[in-house]
T-cell receptor
């Protein structure tokens, strides 16, 4: 079955601390993975996609097929990073499966 | 300006009423989607469309129906609203161009059925 799991509903870190939001997936094919973010009072929007291998707002995510993971990392969290983060898997065709989301709270 | 619009943003309605949630996009996208999201939970795909006159049901069973008569318009209708339909409904669109589809989301409609 195709599934995306984000084990943490809430993650709270201090400003300047490293942050890692976990994402594990279950999919038999070749995965296409994304991180979407929703800031307070804003729309859900794409943060980054694994195929681009890019760093956006200091965030990176590496696809680990062996561990079926796509964790989102940032070495030094900022207060403006506080938001809801969703990991998503495009599972064939164009159906996208979203995880339940992790709320990141960066404390001053 | 290219955007995706949803109206109304908030709707409180009584049981048994017929409602239509509007979604329009000026992005020029062929693919459109409806998701349902309960608070603190994942988004569930309830309907999608490849283009005009194409509609498919998503993974989450829904009593709602959709239509796609125009490329830019993808309304969702509930013939008889029930309290179990209380949720947030998100509309999205994407461009099937080269590379991976990025979905663009509307602001959402928060529906409460009393």
């Amino acid at each position: 079955a195709q599934r995306v799991t984000q084990p943490e509903k809430l993650l709270s870190v201090f400003k300047g601390a490293p942050v890692e939001l976990k994402c594990n997936y279950s999919y038999s094919g070749s995965p296409e993975l994304f991180w979407y973010v929703q800031y307070s009072r804003q729309r859900l929007q794409l943060l980054l996609r694994h195929i681009s291998r890019e760093s956006i707002k200091g965030f990176t995510a590496d696809l680990n097929k062996g561990e079926t993971s796509f964790h989102l990392k940032k070495p030094f969290a900022q207060e403006e990073d506080s938001a809801m983060y969703y990991c998503a898997l495009m599972a064939g065709g164009f159906k996208t499966i979203f995880g339940a989301g992790t709320r990141l709270f960066v404390k001053a | 300006e290219a955007d995706i619009y949803q109206t109304p943003r908030y709707l409180v309605i009584g049981t048994g009423k017929k409602i239509t949630l509007e979604c329009s996009q000026t992005m020029g996208h062929d693919k459109m989607y409806w998701y349902q999201q309960d608070p603190g939970m994942e988004l569930h795909l309830i309907h999608y469309s490849y283009g005009v006159n194409s509609t498919e049901k998503g993974d989450l069973s829904s009593e709602s129906t959709v239509s796609r008569i125009r490329t830019e318009h993808f309304p969702l209708t509930l013939e008889s609203a029930r309290p179990s339909h209380t949720s947030q409904y998100l509309c999205a669109s994407s461009d099937p161009g080269p590379g991976i589809d990025e979905q663009f989301f509307g602001p959402g409609t928060r529906l409460t059925v009393l």
